[in-house]
Nanobody, 124 residues
Framework: QVQLVESGGGLVQAGGSLRLSCAASGRTFSDYAMGWFRQATGKEREFVATINSSGGTSYYADFVKGRFTISRDNAKNTVYLQMNNLKPEDTAVYYC?????????????????WGQGTQVTISS
């Protein structure tokens, strides 16, 4: 089992920044690819970003390219999502997820473990 706990969400104005963290425990963190997903009220969950197990490669949804950066610190068992130039449409609950493997995974169905989510609200 892998336990994931997100933190760092909050309320910011449009154009502002937030950094989300996801702390993992239970298994060898460096064996797992990590992803960030989000779900806005009344909408389906959508992929945001993923990073492979070593941190060497990452992939982003088009709507966050150039604004969000995913990174990980395998020594701290933590994955991050730096979010800049936030927009009201970024408002959602953000979830981190883990999957055993070395690749990047963009579909939620491929992930085995999920955190409880952290709310991000962007005011206009």
């Amino acid at each position: 089992q892998v336990q994931l706990v997100e933190s760092g969400g909050g309320l910011v104005q449009a154009g502002g920044s937030l950094r989300l963290s996801c702390a993992a425990s239970g298994r060898t963190f460096s064996d797992y690819a990590m992803g960030w997903f989000r779900q806005a009220t009344g909408k389906e969950r959508e992929f945001v970003a993923t990073i492979n197990s070593s941190g060497g490669t990452s992939y982003y949804a088009d709507f966050v390219k150039g604004r969000f950066t995913i990174s990980r610190d395998n020594a701290k068992n933590t994955v991050y999502l730096q979010m800049n130039n936030l927009k009201p449409e970024d408002t959602a609950v953000y979830y981190c997820a883990a999957r055993w493997g070395t690749n990047n995974y963009v579909q939620g169905k491929w992930y085995d473990y999920w955190g409880q989510g952290t709310q991000v609200t962007i005011s206009s």
